[in-house]
């Protein structure tokens, strides 16, 4: 079988070392050599969300996070943004505030199904699979429902939530768009909205780095 030359860069403490290893694909994807690059990569990428989200500032100047915004809640901002445009800036204000105190909830989580990437996730990333949507298919609801109810508490100790709900009184868009309930539920349901902006803006922050940095340290693995 045709051999590759792997230049991995493993980095230990402060330092790196540079190891250069022959292997063909398909055997790397069953060493501790090939876990341990895409370990570290997810590592690098969950702790630049990580400082992102501990962030307000740069949490709201990331693009990657409003890209996530579920189309629910975008559809809510752009009617707001006619009724009262302070208060779309105010809710993502309030969620950029929620947002750092999810990060304690939401790293053990990933830190372990990170842990836990074996032999067949390293194939399916060999063969074209991202190694941020396998994390994702493994921690996506988990996440959401960890962070959820810290959410909801935050937006409603912020008073973002029922603001919302009267703001949006008069118009039918807010029931309509969550299930005609009562603006209670459709309050929490602000909340897990906001919830999966923030898990699905988390995975876009960790694939773009996984993108920028996966042709120098996942070559050998066919990327």
């Given at each position: 079988m045709k051999k590759y030359i792997i230049a991995a860069a493993l980095f230990i403490g402060a330092g790196a070392v540079i190891i250069t290893v022959p292997h063909s694909c398909t055997t790397l994807a069953t060493t501790d050599l090939g876990l341990s690059v895409i370990r570290k990569i997810l590592r690098n990428g969950i702790d630049k969300g990580m400082g992102?989200?501990?962030n307000k500032e740069a949490f709201l100047q990331n693009n990657l996070i409003d890209k996530a915004l579920p189309k629910e809640l975008r559809d809510i901002n752009s009617t707001l943004e006619k009724i009262?445009?302070?208060?779309?800036?105010?809710?993502?204000?309030?969620i950029a505030e929620a947002a750092s105190y999810t990060v304690n909830i939401s790293r053990p989580i990933l830190d372990d199904a990170v842990n836990s990437l074996n032999a067949q996730d390293v194939t399916r990333i060999a063969q074209g699979t991202t190694a941020t949507q396998i994390l994702k298919e493994k921690t996506s609801q988990r996440l959401i429902d960890a962070i959820a109810p810290k959410v909801?508490?935050?937006?409603?100790?912020?008073?973002?939530a029922k603001t919302l709900n009267t703001a949006l009184s008069g118009n039918n868009l807010l029931g309509s768009l969550l299930g005609g309930k009562s603006s209670n539920t459709n309050a929490g349901s602000i909340s897990k909205l906001a919830s999966e902006q923030l898990v699905n803006g988390l995975f876009n922050i960790i694939e773009d780095y996984e993108h920028?940095?996966?042709k120098a340290l996942l070559g050998p693995l066919g990327k």
């Open positions: 992102i989200y501990g009262s445009p302070s208060l779309v800036a105010k809710e993502k204000d309030f909801d508490e935050k937006l409603n100790e912020y008073g973002i920028q940095n996966s």
